[in-house]
């Protein structure tokens, strides 16, 4: 289907040499002349507490020693460490009810990590030693771990402006009776032949970046504070840390350094604003702040944890008639993020069937668990194990074949999207169904697996979801980008957004060389300092390709369109009438007649005038595109996936082994890396349904905060995997492209889930499904055929 020479093919990254080799940079491999080094005490004795007693003097005049500071030595002003509430209008931010309550040093420890003080030293070693001798005594405070015990009367408050430590719910005056979506649910319910309803739990999931978290600061000589930090969203935390530090934006500087993975976790900000304290209390030395593997664990947000209760009625002829849900999630101790995933697990749930009547209520409470927020997927996952599989049991309730009754009643062109008011501009779920179900052999193995006998019973599933495309409207969706054209007719594109890992540089630049009708190679993209780089919201939302994609594209036409113009002059046609490649421009009605680009590009830079006649040579001028960007639409992607699995029902043991994740991505601009992002995200799906959940104690203690204790996917545990492109090209994104950065880990998560229902005929309401609750199951339950589930409920 290509027309392009560059966009849809595998263009080599263009970070891999430097990170094969070693060269690239990260925060912790920062070394500036004068460095200090930073270490943040913390309370890891409690999840709740007062400090009674803070004793810094034995710390202070330990060797190596340079400054120890506590909560009366920094800001007392608090702040938000998401940036989400920088990116919604002033009345929106006011209805979300955003607050900033987090102090850079706490007196009431909410959550086992929260920070105490600092201390600064010459060494890391000397840090250390020194944070051994801070005194802190505290007075413990009951712990509540969920949301029943957070709200119950007489718990301790977490803050006043949220009573009943309910940090969010829906808003009444944008969602009437808190609640998103529309029709008579009741009514509808009545009326429904079959209603299936259960209450689920989703689990507190880590991101598990392989980088932990890093940061260099710096107070220069003219009080200019300038952080090195591994952000998404850069731009974004150059004004939360000018904001929290009484500074202007120009002396609040942030360098970009490169990111060893997100997925969510660098979101914001994690500890920036500690680290930019201990610089403000050593102008002119720089002090790196490098968290270890097990804090780094406990102090950066994870995915909302949380009961998730739905009904769906159907007609007996499987018509969807309603769908009822409440998400409540354990939001952990401070508000970041408190009313994003609280939303958007409801809005995938309202993107995805065509549910006459929906009614979805979410809310977020204050919890003692660990910081909550940003995780790829974003409530999507936690949606998509409760949905899907409360229509499989439907399906067998009615008897309906769940890939047909997908096909029929999932939302498709026309239909409001996840955000009502923005409809579907393209979906190609149907063939993902169709070419998943034919991969895996859908119709043979569900006939072939109805009925089983022995130990090892196998299963297949199948599981949908929508995603996004960027977060318009509910949030900005800003990016500029610059283009500049050198005299030797090779470019350089300016553009602030992050690449977390995922190649979108690399694709990024694809689309700008296309654009511009360059070879790949002639094209350089940089992210630069916020000095010089224009806004950009930042890596979220999947949204790089699609917004910051169209964004590169329309100001690399803008200087192409320059380009041209000055062609036109040399070749005496309209400049609608050119075409380039390969960096001849050419008329497109007679390609012999052309000019290189280099003739135009070189006599803009080098522009003399002829001192025999007088005559300039050409037009004057470097060519530069630039374009402040604000995306008009959202396209979001659709996927389908199917799962076999073998569960042991002696051991409880699931095994899935194979997984097929047809994808719809409107185009891919460059295969392998959509390729590697939706692997990676089945990596992750899969440990969400099966294995991962970070545990606490009664205490609020984390259990397992290693790689060790915390059970992930690795390479011997993944099935076989084939992933399935299809490219239907979207009519609004870049080259037809729409997002893939987090859709890929949610569906395998229902359709693993699925895939043990029809193994075994049990579904698992807790999420992850481990060896132990499939026994237990088992044990309580008896494992029955699939086929015999029809009829006996």
């Given at each position: 289907m290509s027309e392009q020479a560059i966009v849809g093919t595998n263009a080599?990254?263009?970070?891999?040499?430097?990170?094969?080799?070693?060269?690239?940079?990260?925060?912790?491999?920062?070394?500036?002349?004068?460095?200090?080094?930073?270490?943040?005490?913390?309370?890891?004795?409690?999840?709740?507490?007062?400090?009674?007693?803070?004793?810094?003097?034995?710390?202070?005049?330990?060797?190596?020693?340079?400054?120890?500071?506590?909560?009366k030595d920094v800001t007392a002003k608090r702040y938000n460490s998401s940036v989400l509430d920088l990116m919604v209008s002033e009345s929106m931010h006011d209805m979300l009810g955003d607050i900033d309550d987090q102090p850079i040093f706490t007196e009431h420890v909410k959550f086992q990590g929260d920070a105490i003080c600092g201390i600064i030293a010459r060494s890391e070693e000397a840090a250390e030693r020194a944070a051994a001798k801070v005194i802190v005594e505290y007075e413990p405070l009951p712990v509540y771990l969920t949301a029943e015990a957070s709200r119950a009367p007489g718990a301790v408050q977490f803050t006043p402006e949220k009573p009943g430590n309910l940090a969010f719910q829906l808003p009444e005056a944008m969602f009437p009776n808190h609640a998103l979506g529309g029709g008579d649910v009741d009514g509808a319910m009545r009326e429904a032949d079959i209603v299936v309803e259960d209450a689920f739990y989703v689990p507190k999931q880590k991101q598990c970046q392989m980088e932990p978290h890093a940061y260099v600061a710096k107070v220069d000589s003219g009080g200019r504070l300038t952080c090195w930090t591994s952000s998404q969203m850069p731009k974004l935390v150059q004004r939360k840390l000018a904001k929290l530090f009484d500074l202007p934006m120009n002396l609040m500087k942030i360098v970009p350094t490169v990111i060893g993975g997100g997925f969510g976790t660098r979101l914001g900000m994690i500890s920036e604003p500690q680290v930019c304290a201990m610089a403000l209390a050593v102008p002119g030395h720089p002090v790196k702040l490098q968290t270890l593997r097990e804090e780094d664990w406990v102090i950066s947000p994870s995915r909302h944890p949380g009961k998730y209760w739905m009904r769906i009625g159907f007609k007996r002829d499987g018509t969807p008639l309603a769908c009822d849900a409440r998400f409540e999630n354990y939001k952990g101790a401070y508000y970041l993020d408190a009313s994003g995933t609280a939303f958007t697990a409801g809005a995938w749930l309202g993107g995805m069937y065509r549910f006459p009547a929906l009614r979805y209520r979410g809310e977020s409470y204050f919890t003692n668990q660990g910081l909550t927020g940003a995780y790829r997927g974003y409530g999507n996952p936690q949606t998509n194990f409760v949905l899907e599989q409360l229509i499989d049991r439907g399906c067998a309730e009615i008897g309906a074949d769940p890939v047909e009754w997908r096909k029929k009643w999932h939302k498709g062109v026309g239909d409001d999207g996840w955000c009502p008011g923005v409809t579907y501009p393209s979906c190609a779920l149907d063939e993902c169904l169709d070419r998943g179900a034919a991969a895996i052999g859908w119709t043979e193995k569900r006939r072939k697996y109805a009925k089983q006998e022995g130990t090892i019973r196998r299963g297949v599933g199948v599981a949908v979801m929508n995603h996004t495309s960027g977060a318009m409207p509910m949030l900005l969706e800003h990016t500029a980008c610059t283009v500049k054209l050198n005299e030797d007719a090779t470019a350089e594109v300016l553009f602030a957004c992050s690449d977390m890992g995922q190649g979108s540089h690399t694709a990024l630049k694809q689309i700008a060389a296309e654009t511009l009708g360059f070879p790949f190679e002639h094209v350089q993209l940089s992210g630069g300092t916020s000095d010089v780089a224009g806004f950009d919201i930042g890596a979220h939302a999947s949204r790089t390709i699609y917004v910051g994609g169209a964004a590169v594209k329309k100001a690399c036409e803008e200087a192409k369109r320059q380009l041209f113009e000055r062609a036109s002059l040399q070749l005496g046609v309209p400049a609608d009438e050119l075409d380039i490649r390969n960096k001849r421009i050419f008329v497109k009605a007679d390609p012999s007649r052309g000019i290189e680009a280099e003739a135009i590009t070189r006599a803009g830079v080098y522009h003399f005038v002829d001192p025999m006649t007088g005559e300039p040579g050409g037009v004057p001028g470097q060519i530069q595109g630039y374009v402040s960007f604000f995306a008009p639409h959202n396209s979001p992607p659709f996927g389908a996936s199917f799962a076999e699995v073998e569960v042991d029902t002696e051991t409880g043991e699931v095994r899935v082994t194979e997984l097929v994740n047809a994808h719809d991505i409107g185009r891919a601009i460059n295969p392998a890396a959509v390729e590697g992002q939706l692997e990676g995200g089945i990596q992750q799906g899969l440990g969400f349904v099966l294995s991962e959940e970070t545990d606490y104690d009664a205490k609020g203690r984390v259990q397992n905060n290693s790689f060790t204790d915390y059970k992930m996917f690795g390479p011997e545990d993944m099935p076989k995997i084939t992933t399935i492109l299809v490219e239907d090209a979207d009519p609004v994104g870049p080259f037809g492209a729409k997002s893939v950065g987090e859709s890929g880990l949610v569906s395998p998560v229902g359709a693993v889930a699925n895939a043990i229902f029809h193994a075994i005929g049990i579904q698992f309401i807790e999420a992850p499904i481990t060896p132990e609750k499939v026994l237990k199951g088992i044990m309580e339950k008896g494992v029955r055929d699939y086929a015999s589930i029809r009829g006996s409920r």
């Open positions: 080599p990254r263009v970070d891999v040499r430097d990170k094969a080799t070693g060269q690239a940079q990260y925060a912790a491999d920062i070394q500036l002349p004068g460095m200090l080094y930073g270490k943040v005490v913390r309370c890891w004795e409690h999840a709740h507490a007062r400090v009674k007693r803070l004793d810094l003097s034995a710390a202070a005049a330990s060797p190596g020693v340079v400054r120890v500071i506590g909560p």
